[in-house]
Nanobody, 125 residues
Framework: EVQLVESGGGLVQAGGSLRLSCAASGFTFDDYAIGWFRQAPGKEREGVSS????????YYADSVKGRFTISSDNAKNTVYLQMNSLKLEDAAVYYC??????????????????WGQGTQVTVSS
């Protein structure tokens, strides 16, 4: 059974940090890219960052460049998203998702076949 389990969300003040984790199981981790998406109330799901477990290549949305860092521990089948200098507009439900290498544009949700349940990130002023 494929599982993607997010953790690490919570309430943080603007300017603070959180680290999200995505633990994957049930598929060959090294053959996939893991992406982080977020969705705020009333807004479309947005691609935040992704990393290829195959070659380590990364992607960041312009809105998070320089503040967020994605990393992968292939031995643990886990991807992390370190979020620093959080802003009010970063508040959303964050989802991790898995995309088989070569399945398409990793910036887009359509490329991902497996999804986690999401973790809430709340940023207070």
């Amino acid at each position: 059974e494929v599982q993607l389990v997010e953790s690490g969300g919570g309430l943080v003040q603007a300017g603070g940090s959180l680290r999200l984790s995505c633990a994957a199981s049930g598929f060959t981790f090294d053959d996939y890219a893991i992406g982080w998406f977020r969705q705020a109330p009333g807004k479309e799901r947005e691609g935040v960052s992704s990393i290829s477990a195959t070659d380590g290549s990364t992607y960041y949305a312009d809105s998070v460049k320089g503040r967020f860092t994605i990393s992968s521990d292939n031995a643990k089948n886990t991807v992390y998203l370190q979020m620093n200098s959080l802003k009010l507009e970063d508040a959303a439900v964050y989802y991790c998702a898995a995309s088989r290498t070569g399945s398409g544009d990793r910036r887009r949700a359509a490329a991902y076949e497996y999804w986690g349940q999401g973790t809430q990130v709340t940023v207070s002023s």
